[in-house]
């Protein structure tokens, strides 16, 4: 699909949420597969995804690499090492996966190790359970190998420094100000599996954690159905248990770009809601490799790679200013 294709399929012409919806998922084609789809621009990560896929390697394993190349970029100031602190200096991490055995693992207000990803992963083969928080989860994480480190780098430092001047604590998801990576794969065998991993809200409480590692929220998988992942105001993703809606809506029969846009009217249509304040976006794919996603706001992207190429679409978007 090149993106002319996508963008025609995302439905452009009916984004106004008056939307006709067009029953996609019906239809049986088994062509599009292996395919990686990621929140943003994150050309490396998916490269590295589509590496694992196309040399016929599986979808968690690719899901896990790729999520771990943003979590080892420095520059990357939601993700990882460099992530953005919270408001008493510290990085913390949250990550999930899920496979597809519907197995998933999670791992909540880590600190000090970088592949939080990873930690999540072991959590959920090496452990009964499915979360691990904290002190905990760091304390398991070393027990499994895993290295520690000082993740907040000099520019996260300087930047927070700088946001204590005036210390304005805004619970509100400023709209350039998310880039949790979330990845969804399906493998030639056709099994689906994803991944998301975050540093969360940039100088949030203390304690504060999001919809990211929160498995049918952040995350969720089914591989019957497909995948969908959330980024932004985890909040809203989390009053709406968002990727779960967005696979059981898959379930029903709508495509995934008209999943992500359902799931995203449910948070803008809410009484009350604050919606022109802040982002929320999902991408999605359903288990004919076919992909979507759908945003708030205008600015949210979708990285693609598939036999095709490794390519970033602009989201379609609900707000239109003006
Ligand atoms: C959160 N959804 O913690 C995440 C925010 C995000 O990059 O997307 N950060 O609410």
Redesign the pocket.
């Known amino acids: 699909m090149n993106r002319r294709s996508f963008i025609k399929s995302t439905g452009i012409a009916s984004l106004g949420l008056g939307l006709k919806i067009d029953k996609t998922y019906s239809n049986n084609s088994l062509s599009n597969f292996p395919i990686v789809i990621a929140t943003w621009d994150v050309k490396n990560a998916t490269k590295r995804a589509w590496e694992i896929l196309s040399s016929g390697g599986n979808s968690l394993d690719a899901v896990e690499q790729g999520c771990r190349v943003e979590e080892a970029n420095k520059k990357g100031q939601?993700?990882g090492i460099g992530g953005l602190p919270d408001r008493e200096g510290n990085v913390t991490l949250?990550a999930c996966i899920m496979d597809y055995y519907g197995n998933c693992g999670s791992v909540v207000y880590l600190k000090e190790i970088k592949h939080a990803i990873s930690v999540a992963r072991m959590v959920m083969e090496k452990t009964p359970h499915v979360m691990l928080a904290g002190e905990g989860a760091k304390k398991f994480a070393i027990s499994m190998g895993f290295k520690k480190e000082n993740l907040l780098t000099e520019k996260s430092k300087k930047d927070w420094i700088k946001w204590k001047e005036n210390e304005e604590y805004k619970p509100i998801?400023n709209i350039e100000?998310?880039?949790?990576i979330g990845m969804l794969a399906i493998d030639k065998n056709q099994n689906i599996s994803g991944g998301c991993t975050?540093?969360?809200?940039a100088y949030?409480m203390q304690g504060r954690?999001?919809?990211?590692p929160i498995i049918g929220s952040?995350l969720f998988i089914d591989n019957e159905v497909g995948g969908a992942v959330?980024?932004?105001?985890?909040?809203e993703?989390l009053k709406t248990v968002g990727s779960f809606l967005v696979v059981e809506l898959m379930r029903q029969g709508y495509s995934p770009s008209d999943a992500c846009k359902i799931a995203v009217k449910r948070i803008v249509k809410k009484p009350n809601s604050n919606y022109k304040n802040f982002q929320v976006g999902y991408i999605a794919l359903n288990k004919k490799g076919e992909t979507g996603t759908f945003s708030i706001q205008k600015g949210f992207s979708m990285t693609q790679y598939n036999k095709e190429g490794n390519i970033n679409f602009d989201s379609p978007y609900y707000h239109k200013q003006g």
């Open positions: 939601s993700v949250d998801i100000n998310h880039d949790t975050t540093s969360g809200l949030k954690v999001g919809d990211s952040g959330a980024t932004g105001l985890g909040e993703v």
